[in-house]
């Protein structure tokens, strides 16, 4: 999938804020009716504190969620819909690095 078809907003992601991801890739061309950000923190395979949130339809392809990275471990994220399909960047999910918000000299 293009990446094109994802915007993560503020980037680069501090812990601590807030953090929206639109989305309007195969699931949402589809017409799916549902679909769910599906998040964690963690690296490859072993995400924590993993949630799904529902996102809310913005327009006719383009759904969107908010949450709060609380940690500056890595967040990954990939998308279901309501009938149990996935959208995972074919098999790599979605990854972003989480900076502590010092600024270094």
């Avoid at 964690?40 to 392809?61: H, L, P, Y």
């Amino acid at each position: 999938m293009d990446d094109a078809k994802i915007e993560v907003k503020p980037t680069p992601i501090t812990a601590g804020e807030k953090v929206t991801i639109s989305y309007n890739g195969i699931l949402a061309e589809s017409g799916a009716e549902k679909v769910y950000l599906h998040a964690g923190i963690g690296f490859n395979d072993e995400w924590r504190d993993v949630t799904s949130i529902q996102m809310k339809k913005e327009d006719a392809e383009k759904w969107q969620a908010q949450l709060k990275v609380n940690t500056t471990d890595r967040f990954n994220f990939c998308f279901k819909d309501s009938a149990e399909n996935w959208d995972n960047n074919q098999g790599s999910n979605w990854s972003f690095e989480v900076h502590d918000g010092q600024q270094y000299n």
